[in-house]
């Protein structure tokens, strides 16, 4: 593959059947520079940049060329900037690991899709829950929320139905998104399979919480949870922009250092 692309391999979690991407970098001779743990079983124990070859790189699992976020540098700049941190200790899996480390290399910017994705989705849940336990707290000894549906039609949802409706959601928006991106699908095309596979998630959840009212309890249970989705995901998408913008555009592997899986 040429010097200076972007590569990724897929890993396997030990002892699940989830996978991610570890990320390096082509010099273009056989060898690839990637950030590592010491130990793959230990992701948190620490770890720094080395220099493989792409055999060890890859452990005999297929290579692909990432090119998201596009690249800002030459190739050779690309390679130039990997080398130059060959050897730099320092890997933390949240905010120093291969794919900052990659993406740094080939456009200035320390970034992790996999994380976003796992955090993006950690905050939503979160705030998801939390506004089911205050909305709880705002209607008192009643523990039961009246939501007004996109039809006109009313259902009562206790907390019993929002908190684990609000769970489950995130849950199936976090694996829907995580495979697509695996997948090799762009983070717009992975994000909406999230939230598509999280709408119909809190939908059928409140939609079973009104089988006790019949049909009609059930058809407005699920329009009452997609309403609650997309009420959580118009906020926790403000959330973000708000944290982004105040997010520093550059990082440098020395103080603030990029990473590997």
């Known amino acids: 593959m040429p010097r200076g692309d972007r ?12 996978t991610y991407l570890h990320h390096g ?15 793959f079983r230990k992701p948190f124990g620490g770890g720094r940049v080395v220099r ?27 390679a130039a900037r990997a080398l130059a941190h060959v050897g730099r200790d320092g890997y933390h899996l949240v905010v120093d690991n291969c794919e900052h480390f990659a993406t740094w290399c080939a456009t200035g910017r320390r970034a992790s899709r996999q994380v ?7 905050v939503a849940g979160v705030s998801r829950a939390a506004a089911a336990l205050s909305a709880r707290a705002a209607v008192g000894a009643a523990e039961r929320l009246a939501v007004r549906t996109a039809v006109g039609t ?14 489950a959601g995130e849950a199936a928006a976090l694996a829907a998104e995580w495979t697509a991106h695996q997948r090799g699908a762009a983070a717009p095309e992975s ?8 709408l119909a998630a809190s939908s059928l959840a409140c939609a079973v919480a009104g089988v006790p009212a019949g049909p009609a309890g059930v058809v407005t249970g699920a329009f009452a949870g997609a309403a609650l989705w997309l009420t959580g995901s118009v906020t926790a998408t403000v959330a973000s922009r708000a944290v982004n913008h105040g997010r520093s555009p550059t990082g440098r592997p020395g103080s603030t250092r990029p990473a590997a899986h």
């Open 191 to 198: 994000r909406q399979a999230g939230e598509a596979a999280g």
């Open 154 to 167: 009313t259902v009562r949802l206790g907390l019993k139905t929002l908190v684990p409706a609000a769970i």
């Open 7 to 18: 590569l990724e391999v897929e890993h396997r979690i030990a002892g699940s059947t989830v």
């Open 116 to 122: 976003d994705i796992v955090m993006g989705r950690v």
């Open 52 to 78: 493989t070859s792409q055999a060890d790189f890859s452990g005999g699992r297929p290579v692909h060329v990432s090119t998201e976020p596009p690249a800002e540098f030459s190739a050779d700049e690309i």
């Open 25 to 39: 970098i082509d010099i273009g001779d056989g060898t690839v520079v990637h950030a590592r743990p010491h130990d």
